[in-house]
């Protein structure tokens, strides 16, 4: 008996989870039906955006059309700036002394042979002194020459005593020659060496014109002829050094032009001509030197500074539109078209458009179509394009105002279903 009710148990359960299982199939099947549309409706938004005229007129949005443009290929190379080393100079003392005063500042302009700083020692006297004494010297070995001399053609003289007056004439003239030289590198005048006008001081003058970039020595500093004082730099004598990878070496020249930015401060851009190119590797590297001169403006140029070069290659002919008409989304590049096409409307949308207000259908709207691009060289505010779809030449394009077109097609695919 038992055993025949559990046959009628596990009857019924088996027809109810048929039931169950029958139930349970449409709606899984209904759900993807209602995925399917909502995934193609997203895609739409975010391809095609519509705005009205007002809209299209309060930011400023242009139309035009893809235009044939000759831009100019380049390549990209960083680099530093350098100056040569013969326009380089470390300023130092001749002499050793004490720094009684220094007349320049960091990043001032000093003109060559300009006094950049004044030093003393006791000894700058000495060597005056030992001068005007050889002078005194000089004036009796001069007289004593004579005097021998003329003893000696009256055969009244020994000839010992006159070689011997003319080998110390000969010794005192030529230490007068050594002091004379001294006391003129010094920067003293040896005409102008007297008694009362002996100089405890020197000047250190600027070897070369050019801008100040250290100084090393400080009033009160003791310093030679190994200690240097400052150091000055020629900066309209700098030049780039631009490292180009051994594949674009063959399509360098020289004479072309290098368009260059630095590194910490873009805003501003300069100027270079190539006139050199290297013929090894620089430090085991696969890139070569390639040194370009700075024309025009070099204010704010300092050796050593990074830089970001683009050189001009040749020119050619390609569809181009303005750098504003392109806009930039998930790693790839677009331009928004005028079309025809529409985008999807969504249901809520399209119920409040049959049942509600029907001033807002009056409304004109502009439709645009989000298109790949592949960028290509830039000139002149013109970026050279390739459409990864067919665009005819006639058709309009959003070259200013494309950025806030594309805002609202992203906004549109953020928006929930």
């Not at 300009?114 to 005056?128: C, D, G, K, S």
């Not at 005194?136 to 001069?142: C, F, K, L, M, V």
């Not at 020659?177 to 010094?186: H, Y």
């Not at 150091?231 to 030049?239: G, V, Y």
Request: hydrophobic share 35%; charged share 25%; net charge neutral.
């Amino acid at each position: 008996m038992k055993l025949k009710y559990n046959i009628i148990y596990l009857f019924f359960m088996a027809v109810f989870l048929s039931c169950c299982n029958k139930k349970e199939a449409p709606s899984e099947n209904s759900e993807e039906k209602i995925q399917e549309p909502e995934r193609k409706h997203e895609d739409a938004s975010q391809t095609i955006a519509s705005l009205t005229e007002e809209q299209i007129k309060a930011v400023g949005i242009t139309l035009g059309t893809i235009e044939m443009k000759e831009l100019t290929s380049t390549i990209k190379a960083n680099g530093l700036l350098r100056v040569p080393n013969n326009n380089k100079a470390t300023v130092t003392s001749l002499y050793g002394g004490i720094i009684k005063t220094i007349n320049i500042q960091v990043g001032g302009f000093v003109k060559k042979g300009q006094v950049i700083a004044t030093i003393a020692n006791p000894e700058f006297i000495q060597l005056q002194e030992e001068y005007l004494t050889v002078n005194s010297r000089i004036t009796y070995a001069e007289q004593e020459y004579r005097r021998q001399k003329e003893l000696f053609d009256n055969d009244a003289g020994a000839k010992k005593n006159l070689q011997s007056a003319d080998a110390e004439l000969k010794t005192l003239r030529t230490k007068k020659a050594s002091l004379l030289r001294q006391l003129q590198v010094m920067g003293i005048n040896p005409g102008k060496v007297t008694n009362g006008s002996m100089r405890s001081g020197l000047v250190i003058t600027a070897p070369i014109s050019g801008t100040v970039s250290s100084i090393s020595a400080q009033i009160g500093s003791y310093v030679d002829i190994s200690s240097p004082v400052a150091e000055i730099i020629d900066n309209h004598s700098i030049h780039l050094d631009l490292q180009v990878f051994e594949k674009d070496l063959p399509k360098m020249k020289v004479g072309q032009i290098v368009h260059f930015k630095l590194t910490n401060n873009p805003e501003t851009e300069y100027d270079a001509i190539i006139y050199s190119i290297g013929s090894s590797f620089e430090n085991n590297s696969k890139t070569i030197s390639v040194h370009a001169s700075v024309t025009g403006n070099k204010n704010g140029l300092i050796d050593g500074m990074n830089i970001t070069g683009m050189v001009s290659l040749d020119k050619k002919t390609t569809p181009a539109v303005p750098d504003e008409a392109i806009v930039e989304a998930d790693g790839k590049f677009y331009v928004l078209v005028k079309t025809n096409k529409k985008p999807e409307i969504h249901k809520e949308e399209q119920h409040e458009s049959e049942t509600g207000n029907h001033e807002d259908n009056a409304v004109k709207t502009i439709n645009f179509e989000k298109i790949e691009v592949i960028k290509g060289s830039s000139d002149m505010g013109y970026t050279g394009i390739t459409p990864v779809k067919e665009i005819t030449p006639d058709v309009k394009i959003a070259v200013k105002g494309a950025f806030f077109i594309n805002a609202k097609l992203a906004n549109s695919g953020e928006h929930e279903h």
